[in-house]
Nanobody
Framework: QVQLVESGGGLVQAGGSLRLSCAAS????????MGWFRQAPGKEREFVAA????????YYADSVKGRFTISRDNAKNTVYLQMNSLKPEDTAAYYC???????????????WGQGTQVTVSS
């Protein structure tokens, strides 16, 4: 099993930045593709970004392209989400997840973190 723990969330004003981290307990972290998802109250969980386990290819939702950057440090078993130019619409609980293969849908992910709250004020 893989345990994932997110951190870095908080309250920030519109236009500000936050960097989320997701630490994995499993030594074989490099064998998993990683993704970030978010969920606002009353909304479905939506895809934000993903990074492959092999060549590090990245994928982004249209809503965050140009503002968010996903990266990973396999030596530290950690995946990051750098969020710039934050908007109130970005307010949500953010979750990291691990998948056997690169994917943009929640059903493909085997392990999930507990989430970290990001709140963007106007």
């Amino acid at each position: 099993q893989v345990q994932l723990v997110e951190s870095g969330g908080g309250l920030v004003q519109a236009g500000g930045s936050l960097r989320l981290s997701c630490a994995a307990s499993k030594r074989t972290f490099s064998l998993y593709s990683m993704g970030w998802f978010r969920q606002a109250p009353g909304k479905e969980r939506e895809f934000v970004a993903a990074i492959s386990r092999s060549d590090g290819s990245t994928y982004y939702a249209d809503s965050v392209k140009g503002r968010f950057t996903i990266s990973r440090d396999n030596a530290k078993n950690t995946v990051y989400l750098q969020m710039n130019s934050l908007k109130p619409e970005d307010t949500a609980a953010y979750y990291c997840a691990a998948s056997r293969t690169i994917a943009t849908m929640t059903g493909f992910y085997d392990y999930w973190g507990q989430g970290t709250q990001v709140t963007v004020s106007s």
